[in-house]
Nanobody, 121 residues
Framework: QVQLVESGGGLVQTGGSLRLSCAAS????????MGWFRQAPGKEREFAAA???????YYANSVKGRFAISRDNAKNTVYLQMISLNPEDTAVYYC???????????????WGQGTQVTVSS
């Protein structure tokens, strides 16, 4: 069982930056692949970024070059650094954990409650 708690969301202007954090409980955090998804109002939840237990990273084309995912296994935390934000990035951002990395929500076993990111124009 893994419990995930996101933080770091907020309101930022176009072109601004935010860093999201996801703190995980449990002693097996470093065995999980971790992902960040986002869901805008009226839209389906979509993949943003993922990092394997070994540190390999994957990004959606829409965020590649602007978002960076990282993990600190000693702190049981995964991060999402976001730069050059634009209004299309406005969404609730969710952290998720999986035994096998994927880019669809169905691949993930555990989810956080989400943190709101709002980018004003």
């Amino acid at each position: 069982q893994v419990q995930l708690v996101e933080s770091g969301g907020g309101l930022v202007q176009t072109g601004g930056s935010l860093r999201l954090s996801c703190a995980a409980s449990g002693r097996t955090f470093n065995s999980y692949d971790m992902g960040w998804f986002r869901q805008a109002p009226g839209k389906e939840r979509e993949f943003a970024a993922a990092i394997s237990s070994g540190g390999f990273t994957y990004y959606a084309n829409s965020v590649k070059g602007r978002f960076a995912i990282s993990r600190d296994n000693a702190k049981n935390t995964v991060y999402l650094q976001m730069i050059s934000l634009n209004p299309e990035d406005t969404a609730v951002y969710y952290c998720a954990a999986a035994r096998r990395l994927g880019t669809t929500p169905e691949a993930y076993d555990y989810w956080g409650q989400g943190t709101q990111v709002t980018v004003s124009s």
